[in-house]
């Protein structure tokens, strides 16, 4: 019988997903310098991020989003999510991922 992760992915709580994302990022996604969690309010649109190189945000990154939605995820919802990155990267707090 195949494994249900959806189910136990669905469970898991806003801090639990970002660290199972940063978990998931370091083992399955080898490369990395270093994955960081940003959580909470000031997080410009980062949960978790993973950095190419020692430069991290002034080089190549990979940002993760851990949002759960009880249903289909809203377009405007999503334009929202990537237009923080955006706005962020444009202020000159970072490059774009």
């Known amino acids: 019988m195949a494994a249900t992760y959806d189910r136990q992915l669905l469970a898991l709580t806003a801090t639990d997903l970002e660290k199972f994302v940063r978990d998931w990022a370091l083992e399955k996604k080898a490369g990395y310098f270093k994955v960081e969690v940003f959580s909470g309010s000031g997080d410009r649109g980062r949960d978790v991020v993973g950095f190419v190189d020692q430069t991290l945000h002034e080089g ?17 919802s999503a334009f929202h999510e990537i237009g923080k990155i955006l706005y962020y990267a444009s202020l000159g707090e970072f490059t774009p991922p």
């Open 60 to 76: 190549g990154w990979d940002n993760f989003q851990c949002k759960q939605y009880g249903k289909t995820l809203p377009t405007a």
